[in-house]
């Protein structure tokens, strides 16, 4: 069984976000990571190789540092990794981005893509259901379980409060939800084969996907998060403190 | 004039908040004479619901094909693009809920248009036109144009004001979308039993959370006792939910929901960024804490410093006299 799995490098939860004096760029602490959703992606890839055989390759579209989270994914124990090499990946939208991800899995084999179910940065949550109509294939989003037999894929959705068990041939794509398993940490060994791997580089001519990134949607500025008043605190004891309170939220707020 | 399409979904004999709020929006829309709005839903659709619809929607288009009846990714991108293109609508705007932002980016593809997903306000009247979506967890937010047409949206719940419009008479029209046999490739094996009741917590009005500080799982009754009486959705902490105390379902935050209510209580929530990047929306934020340092405090409106088992229970005691009184 081929599987490829998306990724995209992220920064750091925790790192810094500020928006640029010009309004039109920000500034973002340099620590990166493998987006969170998509480690639950590379984890199942591993388990449903170690179940039915086969390869696992790693693929991410972003700027030269994006290697380091393709090292990441091989520690871990992926096969084989290409990074798409791309400065203004930044600048693509989700559109944009599914259409180069999908010109480079045309080159590829496969019987399973697996994604994380949305990137942490953007938050757009829009492309692996984009590539998989860029290649008519069937997608499964949201999944908490997934279980291959007989060319046939069963998983199970998280798409809303209630889960659903769907059935899909394959080939087909599944976007990764917290919860489908427990992500590995990389072992020693792994790791210093990720330090000595290879890992080829490919430009969008490669490729043949146009270079010129022709975004339908633009950005035109960034705006701060609305700030709250600075926190009222309500003295008193508990008694006291929690009659206020709810005196606050009926007579004043008026959200009870 | 140009057309925006409201995709609305519905369950049992109700239509969903998410789908509600962006009916009013459109019928807001619609009676500013800027846009022709139409309303389109697949499955079954009762009567008592077709009729709350029709005063909700200057048209509603009900495709009523046996392959929509439940939801399928392939299905739904099919059917509604499929429309779009035919009446050349403008724009396409539905939900930011899991059904929503699942299968639009399909249509968007097949449309060959822009999306621009999880907004949570409309410019309606700049040209051009603009939408405010959050980015980084609501670190920041941007505001996004769309050179393509048509453009397809999805909005974050509690994000439009529901005011219910008057005097609306729709239209109601039948069609069938006729999608060539193999458009849909999964399969609904079985769909699991909602809890009664329960609103979810991406569309909830009122949400009462906890966090470590609750100490023990059986200890949720506290919260759960103060949200049964308000009405409220539980939500806890992604430590919680990893401790097996909550359902990963009730999991706020990054690698859990986003939610938006008008009126977010924590209780025992010290306020770890994965945790903020999940509610920092909510309208009204009441955190009870122990520690007087706790971050959760810098995303507070109102902070209570004390003991959650003391502050809790006289909260909901408090609430109950007040219901009694009337």
């Known amino acids: 069984m081929n599987i490829v799995v998306l990724i995209k490098q992220v920064p750091d939860p925790e790192a810094l976000v500020e928006i640029a004096a010009s309004g039109k760029d920000l500034n973002i602490e340099p620590k990166f990571a493998i987006n969170l959703f998509d480690e639950f992606a590379i984890e199942e890839a591993l388990r449903l190789k170690e179940k039915h055989g086969g390869t696992v390759k790693v693929i991410c579209l972003g700027g030269p540092k994006a290697i380091e989270a393709l090292r990441t994914a091989i520690a871990m124990g992926a096969d084989e990794a290409a990074l798409i090499e791309d400065g203004s990946f930044a600048a693509r939208d989700g559109y944009d981005t599914a259409l180069v991800l999908s010109g480079a899995l045309k080159k590829e084999t496969f019987d399973i893509i697996l994604c994380g179910r949305q990137a942490i940065d953007a938050d757009r949550g829009e492309v692996p259901q984009m590539v998989a109509e860029f290649l008519g294939l069937p997608h499964v989003g949201v999944i908490v379980k997934l279980d291959i037999a007989d060319g046939k894929a069963t998983a199970e959705s998280a798409l809303e409060g209630v889960p659903e068990v769907v059935e899909v041939g394959l080939p087909a794509i599944f976007t990764a939800q917290k919860g489908l398993n427990e992500p590995r940490v990389p072992l020693i060994t792994g790791v210093m084969k990720a330090m000595k791997v290879q890992i080829p580089r490919f430009t969008l001519e490669d490729l043949g996907v146009p270079k010129d990134v022709q975004p339908k949607t633009t950005i035109l500025r960034y705006l701060p998060r609305k700030k709250r008043p600075a926190v009222q605190f309500i003295e008193g004891e508990p008694a006291q403190a929690a009659a206020e309170i709810v005196r606050v939220l009926v007579d004043v707020e008026r959200v009870i | ?326």
């Open chain 2, 1 to 326: 004039m140009d057309t925006i399409i409201i995709f609305v979904e519905t369950k049992g004999d109700e239509v969903r908040k998410a789908s509600m709020e962006l009916l009013c929006e459109g019928a807001r829309l619609s009676a500013g004479g800027k846009f022709a709005v139409e309303a389109v839903c697949f499955g079954a659709l009762t009567e008592a619901l077709k009729d709350k619809l029709l005063t909700l929607t200057p048209k509603l288009v009900h495709f009523t094909d046996a392959s929509l009846a439940s939801y399928s990714p392939q299905g739904y991108a099919h059917a509604l693009s499929g429309y779009a293109r035919e009446i050349e609508a403008k724009m396409i705007i539905a939900g930011a809920t899991g059904i929503g932002r699942d299968f639009l980016p399909r249509a968007a593809v097949i449309l060959d248009a822009g999306m621009i997903s999880d907004v949570t306000a409309a410019n309606w009247d700049n040209d051009p036109l603009t939408f405010i979506r959050p980015q980084f967890g609501g670190k920041v937010f941007a505001e996004v144009s769309f050179s393509a047409s048509p453009v397809v949206v999805t909005v974050r719940p509690n994000s439009f004001a529901m005011e219910m419009p008057e005097g609306v008479q729709g239209e109601y029209v039948e069609r069938s979308a006729g999608l060539p046999e193999g458009t849909i490739r999964t399969r609904l094996i079985r769909r699991g039993e909602a809890k009664p009741g329960a609103v979810d917590l991406t569309e909830a009005d009122l949400i009462v959370a906890g966090g470590r500080g609750l100490k023990a799982a059986e200890n949720f009754k506290l919260i759960e006792d103060l949200a049964a009486l308000i009405g409220a959705t539980v939500g806890a902490t992604r430590s919680v939910v990893d401790a097996k105390w909550r359902d990963q379902a009730d999991q706020v935050g990054k690698s859990g929901k986003t939610v938006s209510p008008k009126l977010y209580i924590c209780a025992g929530i010290s306020g770890a960024i994965h945790h903020i990047m999940g509610m920092d929306t909510s309208k009204v934020i009441v955190a009870i804490n122990r520690d007087p340092n706790a971050i959760i405090f810098n995303y507070a409106n109102y902070g209570i410093v004390g003991d959650l088992f003391d502050v809790l229970p006289a909260m909901t005691e408090e609430i109950r006299k007040r219901k009694e009184k009337g």
